[in-house]
């Protein structure tokens, strides 16, 4: 089974633009996310996708794997679809740009949801973590995912969902936005258009559950933040700031 690792990367951000080359002690958010996915040791290769130059050259330029896009795309899933298209692969971790605090053992169980799914029943493994702050479950920059009973994903928002009638069955996830496919699920997923719940919360793993797509949602306690504001970029520097003492 080859597996490889595509972190799809926009310069532009409506919420934090050029957030992906600001500085994180020391290096770019992008190269950072990069040299973490690289050091899990788990992928045959690992790439960053971009339409930008300058992010396209901050990898190249230290010795790391980097594809330019041919055209523009509407979502990362779509630029790693045009990326592998032709390429013998039969896994695809899509690890978000501005997600720096990969790690090893997150990745790992991802990928052992296809390596136990003899059937081929699951399409897409994606990661959650619990919440517990009511100001981080309200955020709509946090996404979060409610599951069945065997932890496929039921539904993905902004909004904090269950509704929490009754406190005390209520349990909040946040999606963290890594995603493993299977490469078939991968293309067909770029050939279907956007519907309606999609466009309303602008999520993407909206459309894998309107079309049927099977995502099977992995519990983990790592760290988990994304960088889309300022004011998440100092937070990650505090976390580095903690993890080199």
């Known amino acids: 089974m080859k597996i490889i690792a595509m972190i799809p990367a926009r310069f532009e951000a409506s919420r934090f633009p050029g957030k992906l080359m600001k500085d994180l002690a020391g290096k770019t958010v992008i190269l950072r996310t990069y040299e973490a ?6 992928f045959d290769e690992v790439y960053v996708v ?16 980097a594809i330019k896009s041919k055209k523009e795309h509407e979502s ?8 592998i298209e032709n390429m013998e692969v039969d896994i695809v971790v899509n690890v978000q740009g501005d997600e720096p605090f990969t790690q090893r ?5 991802l990928l052992e949801v296809f390596k136990t799914d003899q059937k081929k029943e699951i399409d897409i493994a994606s990661l959650m973590i619990k919440m517990d702050d009511k100001a981080e479950i309200n955020n709509p920059n946090n996404v979060k995912v409610v599951t069945d009973e065997q932890n496929f994903a039921m539904y993905f928002s902004r909004s904090a ?7 005390s069955f209520a349990d909040y996830y946040k999606h963290i936005g890594i995603y493993a496919f299977r490469k078939d699920a991968l293309l067909k997923f770029t050939k279907l258009p956007m519907n309606r719940l999609e466009a309303a ?10 079309n049927g797509l099977k995502v099977k949602m992995v519990e983990t306690d790592q760290i988990a ?3 889309d504001t300022p004011e998440d970029l100092e937070k990650a520097k505090a976390i580095f700031i903690n993890i080199n003492k």
């Open 37 to 42: 996915t690289k050091n899990a040791n788990l």
């Open 50 to 65: 971009t339409d930008s130059d300058v992010i396209f050259d901050e990898i190249i330029f230290t010795g790391g794997k």
């Open 76 to 83: 990362g899933s779509d630029r790693i679809a045009e990326a």
């Open 105 to 109: 053992e997150s990745l790992s169980m």
């Open 161 to 167: 969902i269950p509704y929490p009638r009754d406190e």
């Open 201 to 210: 919360e602008k999520l993407e793993n909206l459309r894998f559950l309107a």
């Open 225 to 227: 933040i994304g960088i």
